[in-house]
């Protein structure tokens, strides 16, 4: 059964900083690729970023290219999400989710989420 297990949330100034982790155990050669996903009140559920399991495939929405960065170190079985120039409208509850491929939407194993707040 794979797990997965999000940190790195808080309370952050608008331009500010921030790196989530997300840690699995029980990975699966069936769900190698991580995503990040993110959910403000009353929005739906947003993909924010996505990587392969080499790391040569990542995805970014419009909404934080060029501010977040994903990155992944498989002999911790970490993914990150780094988290710069953060805005108030990122505030949201943060989760990472694994899939077969960041090409589709089968993401069937997701953290319990970490809340991203940005305000002065």
């Known amino acids: 059964q794979l797990q997965l297990v999000e940190s790195g949330g808080g309370l952050v100034q608008p331009g500010g900083s921030l790196r989530l982790s997300c840690v699995g155990s029980g990975f699966t050669l069936d769900y190698p690729a991580i995503g990040w996903f993110r959910q403000a009140p009353g929005k739906e559920r947003e993909r924010v970023s996505c990587i392969s399991s080499s790391g040569a495939i990542r995805y970014y929405a419009d909404s934080v290219k060029g501010r977040f960065t994903i990155s992944r170190d498989n002999a911790k079985n970490t993914v990150y999400l780094q988290m710069n120039s953060l805005k108030p409208e990122d505030t949201a509850v943060y989760y990472c989710?694994?899939?077969?491929?960041?090409?589709?939407?089968?993401?069937?194993?997701w953290g319990q989420g970490a809340q991203v707040t940005v305000s002065s």
């Open positions: 989710a694994a899939a077969p491929s960041c090409f589709g939407n089968d993401y069937n194993y």
